[in-house]
């Protein structure tokens, strides 16, 4: 009858949430980090134009899942951070990712793909699909439909982070790859072209216990994909690993896409954004992370 092991809360239907309470939060880096991005998101704003620079700033699965939640669970409230940046002067740079996500939820049937893994801190590929319509939309153009892509399951084995906590007999999490139907060849290349792909995938690493790595072969400091979509337009993505599953989804929609994961990345941004004529950037990030990450410094000063 126990609710809480090892800070894990026991969901409905074999979910499992990671305990985030109020008092968990250290307000001062919270608070810092808040300023930090503020700060950033206008300096991109600067030098892109508004209409060019996104934050998506992902909840966690105990923001949306709230009915499968424990009955005494009281999560730290996510949608605040959202709330303070938007109070801080760029709302108009904030891509409604979360009413986007609890809205596909409450459309949601059985038989419809979960948003987020049951096992595992991540959303699915199909959370990522809402992410990417939500940011499309916000930057006025039309995304592509579910139809336009080919939903493959490579896996049905997947226990995750969380469950790591654990180690208790559950049942395991299936991943699907979304392939799209008609799509340009690109490359992929991880840090300054030391291994180069033809895909996001990295199929070898279904065969691992984190199997979540097949998306974009895990994280990098930095890595480019190029592909022959030869429109103009180089997005750059500042990312933890929650964009990974929403990458292959905007692969073809640039010319170049240049993704920097600030926990390890240590070159100077504007001069990366002048070499590569960067004309989009995007700030994609789990709430939770964001709160938690003492490493952000590095990107915005």
Known sequence: ??????????????????????????????????????????????????????????PSASQILTEQLPAFASPFQQNQLVTDLENSGISSLMVPVQSALASAHSETHPSDRELYYRTDHHWTSAGAYVGYKAWADSMGFKPLSPSDFTVETVSGNFLGTIHSKLNLP??????????????????????????????????????????????????????????????????????????????????NDFESIHVIDPRYFNGDI????????????????????????????????
């Open 1 to 58: 009858m126990k609710k809480e092991i090892n800070g894990v809360w026991l969901g409905a239907d074999q979910f499992l949430f990671e305990a985030l309470y109020p008092e968990d939060i250290d307000r001062v880096l919270y608070e810092k980090n808040v300023k930090r991005l503020s700060v950033f998101a206008q300096a991109q704003e600067e030098l892109l134009g508004s209409s060019h620079v996104r934050i998506m700033l992902i």
């Open 170 to 251: 559950i049942k395991p999490d299936s991943i699907e790859l979304y392939r799209r139907k008609q799509e340009v060849p690109y490359t992929v290349s991880y840090q300054q072209k030391k291994t180069v792909s033809d895909s996001v995938y990295a199929m070898e690493n279904l065969e691992k216990k984190d199997k979540y790595q097949v998306f974009l072969n895990g994280n990098h400091p930095e890595l480019t994909i190029c592909s022959e979509n030869k429109n103009g337009k180089h997005l750059l993505i500042f990312k933890d690993s929650f964009a990974n599953a929403w990458i292959p989804f905007a692969v």
């Open 270 to 301: 504007e001069e990366y954004i002048e070499e590569n004529g960067i004309t989009e950037s995007l700030f994609l990030y789990n709430i939770r992370n964001f709160c938690e990450d003492k490493k952000l410094a590095k990107l915005f000063f």
